[in-house]
């Protein structure tokens, strides 16, 4: 009967999931010491003890807070998402730091005793603990409240992306009633799972979302605070990844290019010390002085991640020939693996469920569809971000596929929108089509009857 009937099954399992869910949680809580005893081993380089009841509790309370000003938007999706998202942040992404380790435990550390020193190489690493010193102060030196505050930056993050997926539906004359894919967006494993933890991605993520929403809106109306919105995008994530300022100014600049428009091509020419600058900046940050130095030493960045059950045989890409040679075959394992012949754990299998899907509906509503996807201009730039980011990606991400699955949160949103918005255009065309072949159907009958009738006239 039950299978009869959908509401009663549905709400079967829901009952049966939410015990399941609840049994595992209340089983991790009783073994709490065990699970996070790997957070305070840092942490207790520095003397300190602190007991992990005592700071899951204290971002129970922040969670709290945080869950009441997200509530006062009075949005029930994005609040019920943030839920599940702080679940996740608190809960799920614990077995996982107990069994493979993060470096965000070494950013709790360095946050909760920060000194002003810049003991760490990368401007980068020092500036994320930074941040996360100034979360200190909000959610206290306790590693779950950093961990919750740096998952509610991305969350922020994300929204943007999504209030940008809006708009693009909007103005290219999509329908967003009846749309999930605000579940689809936000619930996504990668994205979800990615985007909760502490460290860099986070505020990356955030930079991405301001960028994305200031330039999409600036694309739909030029405006100096959608363009003001863009340049403290490109400032921000300098600060967090040096070279992911190249990116975001290299998409805006394939963005306008026009072949056969000297005058569009004119206006350009700003962006070219901009540029220059940035370029010369992240170039003078990693102490590279020539392109094939350049090449060198992200084909050596690449080759420390060449370890632990997901790596793969390291590569080497010396010049711009190497570069050229193994782009395609490289952008396809960064966007698209770990695939089912990758699996080695269950993270690899999710990420390969997921990879499986991507490429299916990417063939069918992009490549199929191209040129009704590249008429979008909203479109055509999500592509050329995404571009963008795989001129140097396709370098690092393919000698580890565990790197590249966390990588890629920072262009899968807007994959995930690409490929969301092509099926809408795809199933309006094919709505379209169908409506006309039912018009052209009901001429044809209308035509056959008129003709009927003056036969039975003349007889």
Known sequence: MLLKDPKASTTLVLIFSSVAIFLASLLLLMNFDLFSKNVFTVIRRYGDYDTPY????????????????????????????????AFVTLIVMIPYEMY????????YAEAVHFTGEHTHGKAGTFNTIFVNY??????????????????????????????SYELIMRRSGLSLENDYFIYVF?????????????????????????FMYGFIRFINKRRMLWLLWTVVAIIGVRYIRSWYAIIMIISIAMFYIRPKSIKRNITLIPLVPV???????FLQNQGISSFN???????YTSYTLAFGGSSLEYTHINNIWDYLFYYIPNLFTTLFRPMPW??????????????????????KYIFKNWREVLKNKYLRFLILFIFSWSLFYVIISPTN???????????????????????HIYLQKQKQKKGLEEEERKQLSIGQRSKKDSGIEKE
């Open 54 to 85: 005592y700071s899951l509790a204290v971002a129970l309370l922040l969670f709290m807070g945080l869950t009441s000003i997200i509530a006062l938007f009075r949005n029930k999706p994005l609040t019920y998402i943030w839920i599940i998202k």
């Open 401 to 423: 596929l565990g790197m590249a699955v966390r990588f890629k949160l920072q262009i899968l949103p807007a994959m995930l929108i690409v490929i969301w918005v092509s099926r």
């Open 342 to 363: 990758d699996i080695r754990n269950p993270f690899s299998l999710l990420a390969a469920v997921e990879n499986v899907f991507l490429l299916y509906f990417t063939y």
């Open 186 to 210: 936000f619930l996504f494993p990668s994205v979800l799972f990615w985007s909760s933890i502490l460290g860099k991605d986070p505020l990356n993520l955030l930079f991405i979302g301001i």
């Open 275 to 281: 540029l220059y600058i940035s370029f010369s900046y």
């Open 293 to 299: 130095e350049l090449f060198y030493k992200m084909s």
């Open 134 to 163: 100034i979360f200190t102060f909000i959610g206290g030196e306790s590693y779950f409240s950093l961990k919750l505050l740096n998952s509610f930056v991305a969350y922020l993050g994300l929204v943007l992306i999504y209030k």
């Open 100 to 107: 493979y380790g993060l470096d965000a435990y070494m950013y």
